[in-house]
T-cell receptor, first 114, second 113 residues
Framework: NAGVTQTPKFQVLKTGQSMTLQCAQD?????MSWYRQDPGMGLRLIHY???????DQGEVPNGYNVSRSTTEDFPLRLLSAAPSQTSVYFC?????????????FGPGTRLLVL | GENVEQHPSTLSVQEGDSAVIKCTYS??????FPWYKQELGKGPQLIID?????GEKKDQRIAVTLNKTAKHFSLHITETQPEDSAVYFC????????????FGKGTKLTVNP
């Protein structure tokens, strides 16, 4: 299994541009999520999905959209990039949402918005 | 909602010494407390976890303790090695599903040879 994969690894955008961060997992996990990691802020939940066709907002959803058309893929879209969205983005998945379900993280996408 | 505080933010130890990282949480209903290790340029990886019905759990050189009354939990690493150098995150699962997992801000551990 490849686990959780993310592309691209690094991206530079200009303010106002849009882009999609890709996330895929091959473990047949129902739960997938997106986090952003900023210095001194830890990991903050952006959006999550408990299964194909179901998505919901996390702690910091503004400026981001998600969709879950398949179990495997969970792309994150930046509609109009802003410098405040400069961050490292991590996708994670777990078999379910119960207590003790291990979350597996991807390697991350480093985004710089100029 | 749940709030998790983690201390210290940086920790430097000599190889062979022990390292302790402490976290406190606010929601008394939280019932699951994982610890993640993040190496440079990689995503976080689960290293140990503990449920609210257990006071201590150990896995080789790593142990986690939980004090439900005081609402704090700690990570203990014994006989530290240079490869233990990383950022460590604690987390607490509040009421609800995995979307309620709240992370601390992380501790950068440096083990000096």
């Amino acid at each position: 299994n490849a686990g959780v994969t993310q592309t691209p690894k690094f991206q530079v955008l200009k303010t106002g541009q849009s882009m999609t961060l890709q996330c895929a997992q091959d473990m047949n996990h129902e739960y997938m999520s997106w986090y952003r990691q900023d210095p001194g802020m830890g990991l903050r939940l952006i959006h999550y999905s408990v299964g194909a066709g179901i998505t919901d907002q996390g702690e910091v959803p503004n400026g981001y959209n998600v969709s879950r058309s398949t179990t495997e893929d969970f792309p994150l879209r930046l509609l109009s990039a802003a410098p405040s969205q400069t961050s490292v983005y991590f996708c994670a998945s777990s078999p379910g949402t119960g207590v003790g379900e291990t979350q597996y993280f991807g390697p991350g996408t480093r985004l710089l918005v100029l | 909602g749940e709030n998790v505080e983690q201390h210290p933010s940086t920790l430097s130890v000599q190889e062979g010494d022990s390292a302790v990282i402490k976290c406190t949480y606010s929601d008394s209903a939280s019932n699951y407390f994982p610890w993640y290790k993040q190496e440079l340029g990689k995503g976080p990886q689960l290293i140990i976890d503990i449920r609210s019905n257990v006071g201590e759990k150990k896995d080789q050189r790593i142990a986690v303790t939980l004090n439900k009354t005081a609402k704090h939990f700690s990570l203990h690493i014994t006989e530290t090695q240079p490869e233990d150098s990383a950022v460590y995150f604690c987390a607490a699962l509040g009421r609800g599903g995995s979307e309620k997992l709240v992370f601390g801000k992380g501790t950068k551990l440096t083990v000096n040879p």
